[in-house]
């Protein structure tokens, strides 16, 4: 509910997986609001088509030495943060865009560093959900 209307009625998980607007997905935990078109993400937001939704749990530390995929980002790593359950990762793009990743605390953490360079991606990308300008939808993911 916004402003005394109804934004979007379903399941907490479908409210939280695939929130119909940036507002829902705000609204129900942290979320990494990116833009994207041609179902991949994007630096430029004035030749985004939408916008994805990935949650912080669903990215991971990947090698830069891998090709970048299609949901994944590069930026400098801002924050390391054990906290307890999770470290928490915050990375800023070099479009001055902040991701937040969550990782397990099993996680190998010796390598990151705060001001170092780090990629992070989708592990599944059928977690990344896509608003589009014209409301919800799933785009095609290129593997």
Avoid at 14 to 19: A, F, I
Avoid at 22 to 45: I, K, M, Q, S
Avoid at 82 to 91: A, K, M, N, V, W
């Amino acid at each position: 509910m916004r402003d005394g209307v109804l934004v979007q009625v379903a399941s907490p998980e479908d409210l939280y997986r695939r929130p119909i607007d940036e507002y829902v997905a705000g609204f129900l935990g942290e979320a990494n609001l990116l833009p994207t078109a041609g179902g991949r993400l994007v630096e430029d937001a004035a030749s985004a088509e939408g916008t994805a939704v990935i949650r912080p749990e669903d990215l991971q530390v990947v090698s830069a030495s891998q090709p970048a995929g299609a949901w994944s980002v590069d930026g400098t790593i801002r924050l390391l943060s054990f906290q307890g359950s999770r470290f928490r990762l915050e990375l800023r793009t070099d479009a001055d865009r902040r991701i937040v990743c969550s990782l397990p605390p099993s996680a190998d953490v010796s390598a990151l560093a705060v001001g170092a360079r780090a990629r992070l991606g989708v592990a599944d990308p059928s977690r990344v959900h896509t608003i589009a300008s014209t409301g919800a939808v799933r785009v095609p993911v290129a593997a």
